[in-house]
């Protein structure tokens, strides 16, 4: 048996050994192969610039990719004109043609080709003259600048000439004459291209007037001081334009919308153009309503009011001094009545501080609103600059009317804006009284 074992074990040891040198590393048993490259060859490489158009003194930088969509920048060979240069960038220092590849593992790339003159470079050819504005109103002043085709300003060390020959100081103009003028800027020996510019006239401005909306009644023991007020302010001024809007009175006018409007909470109540309360106590408080007087109104109006029979027809126009076409403007149109007589509750030590205001005189009492409460709207289209807007009303005399003689009409431009909704804007911008009979023409300043 120890015979049979020394016989075979060389027989074992050298099948064994054949063994592992037919199974090696890289094929496994069954014979499949093991770490076969499949990705795609590289065929072909682009170069590309940061650029596409290059100026004298410019660095512009290259880049280069397989086909395959690998960037081998680093690893190629950069050529100019057929020479190598030693990096991917290049600066270019004279006129000229220059032609660029890349070559990477004997493949060429594409031809990028830049030709260098001296237009392309920063030098100062030309000369452009613009203006802040292209049209001013009669008194401002335009202001010039003067720019290099290099991207330099000139505006400094420019001559800037009328059409008429005349040199500006500087480089500003004072628009005293309306008209069309032109310009043209001169730096050394360039001459810059012709600039115009339109001076309007100014725009029309109106007498600015205040709106008083008092809301009362004859039962309103406090009311008489409010009514004092008014008069105070009617003795100061001659632009109060004064609404008395009665409530639960023989005078009652359903006002809820304007109540709303405000948030009406109690009487006496005075609203100056319709978002103002007038403070407490009004008649120490005067210069309140005359502030609003002061200055000027970008619009103004004018009413014709007239009488035929029980017919009133009334024209009322709008005039704009400036563009309001992108606004919402509405119309309120009123009809009040003078010289109502009633006896009126009084707390108050006004009129000589009688409890009853025996006969006491109600003027400016609303009657009617021929229009919307809070406005009619007026057309974008009409409120242009300079242009008119003109409403024509005909109706009956308002059947609580007592005495046609004393009626007056009221227009009231409104800001339209948030119609409706409590605490909104409908301001009043401008307003008007006439009294029937009147001839208005605007009240421009």
Excluded at 348 to 371: I, N, P, Q
Aim: charged share 15%; glycine share 6%.
């Amino acid at each position: 048996m120890k015979t049979i074992s020394k016989i075979y074990f060389p027989l074992y040891f050298f099948l064994l050994t054949c063994f592992f040198i037919a199974c090696g590393p890289n094929e496994p048993v069954g014979g499949s192969a093991q770490n076969v490259d499949n990705s795609p060859d590289v065929t072909s490489i682009v170069i590309s610039a940061d650029s596409n158009t290059a100026n004298l003194n410019d660095l512009i930088t290259f880049n280069v990719v397989t086909n395959t969509g690998d960037s081998i920048t680093s690893s190629a060979d950069f050529y100019l004109n057929g020479a190598l240069i030693s990096s991917n960038s290049y600066s270019f220092i004279s006129e000229g043609t220059y032609v660029f590849t890349a070559v990477y593992e004997g493949l060429t790339s594409n031809e990028l080709s830049f030709t260098i003159t001296e237009n392309n470079s920063n030098e100062l050819t030309s000369i452009t003259l613009s203006s802040n504005l292209s049209s001013y109103l009669i008194n401002e002043v335009a202001t010039f600048t003067v720019i290099g085709n290099d991207g330099i300003e000139y505006t400094t060390d420019s001559s800037i000439t009328m059409a008429d020959g005349t040199v500006l100081t500087g480089n500003t103009y004072d628009t005293t004459t309306e008209g069309t003028f032109t310009f043209t800027a001169t730096y050394n020996s360039l001459v810059s291209n012709e600039t115009q510019i339109d001076v309007l006239p100014s725009p029309a401005s109106f007498q600015k007037n205040v709106l008083i909306e008092d809301y009362t009644g004859t039962w309103c023991g406090y009311c008489p001081r409010v009514s004092y007020g008014i008069e105070l302010v009617k003795a100061e001024t001659d632009k109060a334009v004064v609404v008395a809007i009665h409530r639960q009175d023989e005078y009652n006018f359903n006002a809820q919308a304007l109540e709303s409007l405000i948030g009406l909470t109690g009487y006496p109540t005075a609203m100056l153009n319709r978002t103002i309360s007038w403070g407490y106590p009004e008649p120490n408080n005067i210069g309140q309503v005359i502030n609003l007087t002061n200055g000027a109104s970008d619009l103004g109006l004018s009413i014709n009011p007239t009488i035929t029979d029980n017919t009133m027809n009334i024209q009322i126009e709008v005039k704009f001094g400036i563009d309001y076409s992108l606004a919402e403007l509405a119309l309120v149109v009123y009809v009040l009545e003078d010289d109502l007589f009633s006896d009126q509750d009084n707390y108050t030590e006004y009129y000589g501080g009688a409890s009853v205001l025996t006969d006491f005189e109600h003027d400016h009492v609303l009657r009617a609103s021929l229009t919307d409460l809070l406005g009619d709207p007026i057309p974008q289209s009409s409120m242009t600059a300079d242009n008119i807007f003109t409403q024509t009303i005909t109706t009956n005399i308002p059947s609580n009317v007592t005495n046609s003689d004393n009626l007056s009409i009221v227009a009231i431009v409104v800001n339209s804006s948030g119609n409706g909704t409590p605490g909104s804007s409908n301001q009043a911008i401008n307003s008007r009284s006439a009294y029937f009979g009147d001839t208005q023409t605007f009240q421009e300043l």
